[in-house]
């Protein structure tokens, strides 16, 4: 069975880093293209930043040269680090499975909040 548990959120000042860290078990993780996405209050969910199995990332244009994905397969881990955040950052992030590896469902995600 399948669980996503991510981690790291919280509240940082404009300009400030979070990284966010989410482990996934029960899976063939290695073989799995990953995304990070996020939900802000009011908004459809996003794919924020999103790396394949080789290990090619993609990212939205608004986070391109602030965020940077990761992934370490032997820990089945994939990473978000988030540098430089604006308040429109804001939002509940989760990790999941990118395009058709999507899992089916959600985790709980971890909250991060931009605000002086």
């Known amino acids: 069975q399948v669980q996503l548990v991510e981690s790291g959120g919280g509240l940082v000042q404009p300009g400030g880093s979070l990284r966010l860290s989410c482990v996934v078990s029960g899976s063939i993780f290695s073989f799995y293209s990953m995304g990070w996405y996020r939900q802000a209050p009011g908004k459809q969910r996003e794919l924020v930043a999103a790396?394949?199995?080789?290990?090619?990332?993609n990212y939205l244009d608004s986070v391109k040269g602030r965020f940077t994905i990761s992934r370490d397969n032997a820990k089945n881990t994939v990473c978000l680090q988030m540098n430089s955040l604006k308040p429109e950052d804001t939002a509940v992030y989760y990790c999941n499975g990118a395009g058709i590896y999507y899992f089916g469902f959600w985790g709980q995600g971890t909250q991060v909040t931009v605000s002086s």
């Open positions: 790396i394949t199995s080789e290990r090619t990332t």
